[in-house]
């Protein structure tokens, strides 16, 4: 008798309509999901079954969280990079974290010149469309070939009616391919359980060729994971359909190996700042307006920081370094330079300016601030605008690592400047922040739920007794197919 209570209390609480007729619940016409015979194609269950897991997922709604790997040191790594789950069955592709771009892309099994093996110890893989059950290639008339266009040389190959791409980076390499739709995998955290193996479409690149820097197998990945806000964008395609909220976050680990936090959701810290983002511009655009060493700022002409015709400051995770424009890194070394004389010998090494000393940096070198829009300061310590270059005999050579770019007015903020730092991009209010903050520790982040509200999580560094519980679609069936028992009982 109580489980029978139980039973129809779940129900009358979970069931959305029930048409009562003299105090009992009247007869509930129920469709077939599946043919009386059984004679249904498992694509077409599975089909049946991706559909009704996304309409799960956007019901749920939640945090998306990655993991980080990688270091800004030059030396050693000199990128961070996420793992992520494609296709069906599900691979493990390594891609590098990328805010200076907009499409995710992967590498494919045709493709020519892509690296065989790298150096960060990793498995690097290809992605076969053919080994998908689920994979799709994106064709010409398909609607989504056009966001491509908005982020690359986008086309259509005549041959066999592919949209096709072409991406050139900034240091000279490249990449072409086409672009394929498939399942990416991810776990998600709904209040405090953790959804594990959910999975949402999505359109890639699936690159079958890469020149410059991408075919060396030093630091090679599997591909670039691009978070742009362009409608190519993985995160602007999980926003659209619901699954994710349209804000992500990253708080990058310089010390100790590296790694850090990547959520698609908005880490929640009290002491964050934040500036608009510069309109209509193809990357993360921020106004920068003076740089401060010592509090003093320095004596640069407003107008080297604009944003005009490709010009401006470019936040951007796909960049090692910082680079200033001559007008700007020049009265920023000499005011470094002035600041520290008395105490360390500066020497020119490679073209680059940099200092012996003995002692700690933090004793020694000054304070610097790059202040926004918005009054917004983003404060660097000596860490984020060095590097260390060696270390002989307890002799250490640090090095300026703010680069000089000549003949542009342009200015990139890089891994050196962004790692130990909550950042937050907001592509909803069209705003970033940021707050000094220890990468190892966990975050707090919120996400609009489908009601509006904003539920908050602990995301980042799980530990095995804080971690949330696990929630699979499985259990959720389960449920399901426990209530239409229930419904059963009464028709």
Not at 286 to 301: C, E, H, T
Not at 312 to 337: K, Q
Request: hydrophobic residues 40%; contains cysteine.
């Amino acid at each position: 008798m109580a489980a029978a209570l139980f039973s129809t209390a779940i129900l009358l609480c979970l069931l959305p309509v029930l048409v009562l007729s003299n105090g009992f619940p009247a007869a509930m016409k129920l469709e077939r999901a599946v043919p009386a015979n059984h004679e249904m194609e498992i694509s077409q269950l599975k089909a049946r079954d991706r559909a009704r897991h996304g309409r799960l997922l956007q019901s749920l709604g939640g945090v998306i969280d990655f993991p980080v790997d990688g270091t800004f040191d030059p030396f050693v790594v000199g990128l961070y990079y996420t793992k992520l789950r494609l296709g069906s069955p599900a691979r493990d592709f390594y891609v590098q974290i990328d805010t200076g771009s907009d499409v995710l892309w992967v590498s494919c099994a045709s493709c020519n010149g892509c690296p065989q093996t790298s150096g960060l110890q990793i498995q690097l893989n290809y992605f076969d469309p053919g080994s998908s059950v689920t994979a799709t290639p994106i064709s010409c008339s398909d609607q989504r070939c056009s966001w491509g266009v908005q982020s690359s040389d986008s086309g259509c190959s005549v041959q066999n009616n592919l949209c096709a791409y072409t991406f050139q980076y900034g240091d000279g390499s490249g990449t072409s391919g086409f672009y394929v739709s498939d399942l990416l995998q991810f776990d998600m955290i709904v209040g405090s359980s953790l959804v594990p193996n959910s999975t949402a479409q999505v359109v890639f690149g699936c690159s079958t060729s890469q020149t410059g820097d991408l075919v060396k197998s030093d630091r090679a990945v599997d591909g670039i994971f691009g978070f742009g806000q362009q409608g190519m964008s993985v995160i602007s395609q999980l926003a659209s359909q619901g699954v994710a909220p349209r804000v992500f976050s990253h708080c990058l680990k310089g010390e100790n190996g590296g790694g850090g936090i990547l959520v698609l959701g908005e880490i929640v810290e009290p002491n964050m700042v934040f500036t608009p983002l510069v309109p209509s511009q193809p990357h993360y655009n921020v106004n920068l307006l003076s740089i401060s060493v010592n509090g003093q700022a320095l004596p640069i002409n407003p107008s080297v920081f604009s944003t005009s015709n490709g010009q401006g400051t470019i936040i951007d995770t796909g960049t090692t370094l910082a680079y200033l424009s001559e007008a700007a890194y020049v009265p920023f070394v000499d005011a470094i330079t002035n600041a520290v004389s008395q105490s360390v010998r500066p020497v020119v090494s490679k073209g680059n300016q940099c200092y012996v000393l003995t002692t700690s940096v933090a004793e020694v070198f000054p304070p610097v601030s790059l202040n926004f829009a918005g009054g917004a300061s983003m404060f660097l310590n000596p860490q984020d605008y060095l590097i260390q270059q060696n270390n002989v005999g307890g002799t250490a050579v640090w090095c300026i690592g703010f680069q000089r770019i000549q003949n542009q007015g342009i200015t990139i903020l890089g891994d050196l400047v962004l790692k130990d730092k909550i950042f937050v991009y907001d592509l909803v209010g069209q705003r970033i922040g940021w707050a000094n903050y220890d990468c190892s520790m966990s975050v707090n982040v919120s996400a609009t739920s489908s009601s509006g509200r904003s539920e908050y999580v602990n995301a980042g560094q799980f530990s095995d007794n804080a971690a949330p519980q696990k929630l699979s679609l499985d259990v959720v069936g389960n449920i399901i197919m426990l209530l239409l028992m229930v419904i059963n009982m009464f028709l």
